[in-house]
């Protein structure tokens, strides 16, 4: 189980409302936050920051989903000289869901029993690797960086074609299945420190991912999913905004993103989340 771990002091954590109104739900990279920021977009991003810190105190409840770990994140806010922490992280594609109490990092203790539960193991997920290597379909593992202990990530570097690629991403979504994971396939974004011309493939229990994060908070705090709000830039947020009534990707979103998912706001970045959220539509 991971363990509780402090934030440090540099960052504001939200007052968790007495009666949640509204939940929202936003990716963090290139979407929350601007990797380059232009002094507009750092504007915006402390708009947003001054805005959160009054609506949870009329019932939003807000978290960021991501795909990196909560040290990744942690680590990120405090170079990017964030002000304020979100009431809830769902890290690691939503294998280590945390909410904040006095400035600790607490897992939430159904969702661990659930991961406890699935058997997800990295030898596992070796095994069905090698399983698609067998067949042709080579997945290159990630860089070493900050452990995920239930995500096992790896690159599918695109060079056979459209016809090859769309076929392999199939064989991986098939071989995901049979052996009892639930697979993230998405296209990579070098502005995020991905390889160009490349997709992530990352494998992790069946119970995770980022739908699965919105169905939990919604329940836990008994917000319809067709109340919540969710905000994405790239392929992998598409579960996510596709679980909630206003699901919205930014302006600044992937290509691929936009080719799946109708909504579309004018603005980028922390932008779009602000005026979503204070205007209560999912209109750009």
């Not at 206003?246 to 998912?261: C, F, I, K, P, Q």
């Amino acid at each position: 189980m991971p363990p509780s771990a402090p934030t440090g002091e540099l960052l504001r954590h939200l007052v968790r409302p007495d009666t949640v109104r509204r939940v929202a739900f936003c990716d963090f990279d290139e979407t929350y936050l601007a990797h380059r920021p232009t002094v507009a977009q750092r504007r915006s991003l402390r708009e947003l920051e001054a805005y959160l810190v009054h609506a949870a105190e009329r019932g939003l409840l807000f978290g960021w989903v991501t795909g990196s770990s909560l040290t990744s994140v942690m680590a990120k806010a405090r170079r990017h000289e964030l002000a304020v922490m979100p009431h809830f992280v769902a890290a690691a594609l939503g294998t280590e869901l945390m909410f904040f109490t006095d400035g600790v990092a607490v897992p939430d203790p159904v969702w661990q029993r659930r991961i406890d539960a699935s058997g997800f193991s990295t030898d596992r997920a070796g095994r069905a690797v090698a399983a698609l290597a067998a067949r042709g379909i080579r997945l290159t593992p990630q860089p070493a960086g900050v452990e995920k202990e239930y995500v096992a990530s790896y690159y599918y570097h695109a060079t056979g074609g459209p016809e090859t690629d769309r076929a392999a991403l199939a064989g991986i979504r098939s071989a995901a299945q049979r052996h009892g994971f639930r697979v993230n396939i998405s296209r990579c974004n070098p502005l995020a420190g991905d390889p160009a011309n490349a997709y992530d493939v990352d494998l992790l229990p069946e119970c995770c991912g980022k739908r699965n994060v919105v169905r939990h908070v919604c329940e836990r705090f008994a917000v319809a999913p067709a109340e919540a709000y969710a905000f994405g830039d790239s392929g992998n947020d598409l579960e996510m905004l596709a679980s909630v009534g206003h699901g919205l990707l930014v302006a600044n979103a992937t290509a691929e993103a936009r080719s799946r998912h109708g909504r579309v706001s004018v603005h980028p970045y922390a932008e779009a989340v602000l005026h979503a959220l204070r205007h209560g539509t999912d209109e750009g």
